[in-house]
């Protein structure tokens, strides 16, 4: 995941990507190290779907204007609006369920990880 840095660099990523996912991390958090990881693997399986990562130690403006309160957080924008948003102990099943049924949606896909 490439980092994100600005409230504009977050806007225009939005705004220039049919879906975008970011999260919102710490170095110091432990839940957080533990489960960056893990997402990068599960979007590594959507090819269509762009991946951020911000700190929320060091870019406080930017994780309040997008109401971050906690970490970890990820959200997921389509088309410009914010579709998903999981914080704190997240259940990375329950997550990709959502992310695959958009990408379906909007790629007009089959769903091959929902059973």
């Known amino acids: 995941m490439e ?5 504009k660099e977050m806007n225009q990523l ?11 991390g710490s170095n110091t958090c432990g839940v957080c190290r533990d489960l960056q990881p893990k997402i ?20 406080s403006e930017l994780t309040a204007s997008y109401s971050i309160f906690s970490a970890p957080v ?9 579709t998903v948003r999981e914080a704190g102990i997240i259940s990375l099943i329950n997550l990709e369920e ?11 896909r089959h769903q091959p990880y929902l059973t």
């Open 14 to 24: 939005i705004q220039m990507n049919d879906m975008l996912l970011v999260y919102f």
């Open 98 to 108: 959502k992310i695959s049924r958009y990408d379906a949606l909007l790629y007009d």
């Open 74 to 82: 990820v959200m997921l924008f389509v088309q410009g609006k914010e």
């Open 40 to 59: 990068e693997v599960m979007i590594d399986r959507y090819p269509n779907i762009r991946a951020v990562k911000a700190d929320v130690q060091n870019l």
């Open 3 to 7: 980092p994100v840095n600005t409230i």
